[in-house]
DNA sequence: ATTCTGACCTGATTGC
DNA sequence: TGCAATCAGGTCAGAA
């Protein structure tokens, strides 16, 4: 699954191909991931109301050739019915531009995907990816949704169906205001995350350090690979009580965490099971762990086996002599 | 309020 | 070779 390196690199990758180009048709043939996808999807981003009548449903991809190009003047293109909603007063207007892909940016894990009407959220879970292919790509098992724009088409890919596809339309409010994106902590490379915000929000836990950096509460985007190797270039022990680590081993977490997920990303995302690039690619090299899935063998640091253990179930790994209580 | 457990799923790997 | 048990990068909802 990919963590934040990973969705970020999967990020990039959606602005480079998809932004600015209009998305034509929502295929989905397998609708249940973690939470349902919205079967009037498709109708949502468009901005069609869902009843709209079923004439407009299957020929209204004539000007799809024009490759993402809006500035000709698209003799025949009839352009999008739009109906928007504003203080009760309903407005029917016709825009060619409808479905365009305006904006693709990042939220914790979670992708953002802008368009006039409103939000497509896209969260990868532990084994979802996003592939571009052409149209006439065969599908592969566990393909479950195809967002089509024009010759190109953005393939979700999700074997575990621990992933989610949500809209969040504009009349809702802006998309930041969606409950699974309000809770969430500091982004990483925001200038609000520092060692004081660690340290101040972790006065009289008694959690774990580790298990606070996975809950997302404070800082998000570190998950169960990177907070074992923040933790061991820190110097800190994983099982250490968040709320007894003092302000300087703060200052060198918070430094740390930065500087691992920077490296994950210039190393184009740690490659472990399934992840593919939005491009197709894979072969990433993966980053290089210090401690990470390395029980038993030496610390690369200063040779000492390195230890194993679980905490709330999940895997965490670190060096006894490098990393002190 | 904080902390922990179970749940959602399939697929790859491990061990008998 | 086959089959069962175990594990996997997330995170939500609900219980303790």
Not at 191 to 217: C, H, M, N, P, Y
């Amino acid at each position: 699954m990919p963590e934040l390196p990973e969705v970020e690199i999967v990020c990039r990758g959606l602005n480079d191909a998809f932004v600015g180009h209009r998305l034509t048709k929502v295929i989905r043939r397998f609708a249940q991931l973690r939470w349902p996808i919205p079967d009037d999807l498709e109708a949502s981003i468009l901005g069609v109301s869902a009843g709209a009548g079923p004439r407009n449903e299957g020929g209204s991809e004539a000007g799809s050739e024009a490759g993402g190009r809006a500035d000709g003047r698209a003799g025949g293109e009839a352009g999008t019915e739009v109906r928007t909603e504003v203080h009760g007063e309903v407005r029917t207007e016709v825009r060619s531009d409808a479905g365009v892909l305006r904006s693709v940016q990042r939220r914790s894990k979670y992708l953002l995907l802008g368009f006039d009407t409103g939000t497509l959220l896209i969260h990868l879970g532990m084994s979802g990816t996003l592939r571009r292919l052409t149209a006439a790509e065969p599908t592969r098992a566990h393909d479950h949704v195809d967002f089509v724009f024009g010759e190109q088409v953005l393939r979700f890919n999700d074997p575990r169906r621990f992933g989610a596809i949500l809209w969040y339309g504009d009349s809702e409010g802006p998309g930041g205001s969606h409950h699974l994106l309000r809770r969430l902590g500091v982004e990483p490379f925001s200038e609000a995350f520092s060692g004081r915000l660690l340290f101040d929000a972790t006065r009289g836990r008694s959690a774990s350090i580790k298990q606070v950096l996975l809950s997302g509460a404070v800082v998000v985007g570190v998950g169960n690979i990177y907070a074992s190797e923040s933790l061991f270039r820190a110097g800190i022990r994983p099982t250490s009580a968040a709320g007894r680590i003092s302000k300087p081993r703060y200052e060198r977490l918070a430094a740390s965490i930065r500087q691992t997920l920077t490296d994950a990303i210039a190393a184009g995302g740690s490659t472990l099971r399934d992840f593919v690039a939005s491009t197709g690619q894979s072969g990433y090299f993966q980053l290089q762990c210090f401690v990470y899935g390395r029980g038993g063998e030496p610390c690369r640091v200063c040779a000492t086996p390195i230890r194993a253990i679980r905490q709330q179930q999940r895997a965490t790994f670190f060096c006894p002599s490098c990393q002190k209580a």
